[in-house]
């Protein structure tokens, strides 16, 4: 039987770049008032860009976005001659503006209702923090990127997962929006998986996920036919 569920975050139960977007450019506004010379130098989108040139340096750190925009955030303030620089709370600025999501209407009825009957929680990419957002009363657990020290598609995180569920892979059920990330990397790790396709995309390729679904409304009813499958399979 199914015993819990996993779920990516951003994009998967909110659209993430409508809140990065956002958090940027409170950010920016941020900086204008405190350090002028980096706004002046780097536009929100400019910053955000100077991320990927610390992932060039210091590829090591590619799977935490939080040191990631504390890198890049050092790097605009040193080309703006800033010797001393707040980057903690610069980075406060942005997270808590980052972690403003608009859950999508199907996310907390799907995922209350699914919490009565199997262990769920999150596995994400990114630094979102499910308190602030306030879904910790739903996931037993939440894992990210920056704690397990790897991110998806590679296995550390789901082997984290599975070993905290105490549970068989077959016995979990992955969902996420990532062809990649999410399907690719459940699959590998032996799970489940429903990829979330909320915008009618092209599979890219590769094998597909056990199931599609574009809404997680679906997701109830995915998970009742592979019950079944369970039960017909174990009938004598
Ligand atoms: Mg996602």
């Known amino acids: 039987m199914i015993k819990a569920i996993t779920f990516d975050l951003d994009d998967t139960l909110w659209d993430v770049w409508p809140v990065v977007v956002r958090a940027e ?20 989108l400019e910053l955000r860009d100077l991320s990927e040139e610390v992932v060039v340096a210091r590829p090591e750190i590619a799977h935490d976005r939080t040191l990631l925009r504390k890198e890049a955030l050092w790097l605009a303030a040193r080309r703006a ?24 209407a199907d996310a907390r009825p799907t995922l209350e209702r699914l919490a009565r009957r199997y262990t769920l929680a999150s596995l994400s990419n990114g630094n979102a923090d499910v308190r602030l957002i306030g879904l910790d009363d739903v996931f037993s657990f939440s894992l990210n990127a920056i704690e397990v020290g790897a991110a998806k598609p590679d296995p550390p995180i789901f ?36 990829w979330v396709n909320r915008t009618g995309r092209v599979w890219p390729g590769g094998p597909r996920a056990d199931a599609e679904i ?8 995915v998970l009742a036919v592979w019950e079944l499958d369970f039960l017909s399979a174990s009938a004598p």
Do not use: K, M
């Open 25 to 44: 450019q409170l950010l920016h506004d941020w900086l204008a008032a405190r350090y002028p010379r980096i706004s002046e130098q780097f536009t929100a």
């Open 81 to 104: 001659d800033y010797v001393e620089f707040d980057v903690e709370t610069a980075f406060e600025v942005f997270y808590v503006a980052r972690n403003a999501v608009e859950l999508f």
């Open 159 to 194: 082997a984290a997962a599975r070993q905290r569920l105490a549970a068989r892979p077959e016995q979990i059920v992955h969902v996420g929006d990532d062809p990649e990330h999410d399907v690719r990397g459940g699959r590998e790790a032996g799970f489940r998986t429903v």
């Open 214 to 221: 574009v809404s997680l409304a679906e997701l109830e009813a």
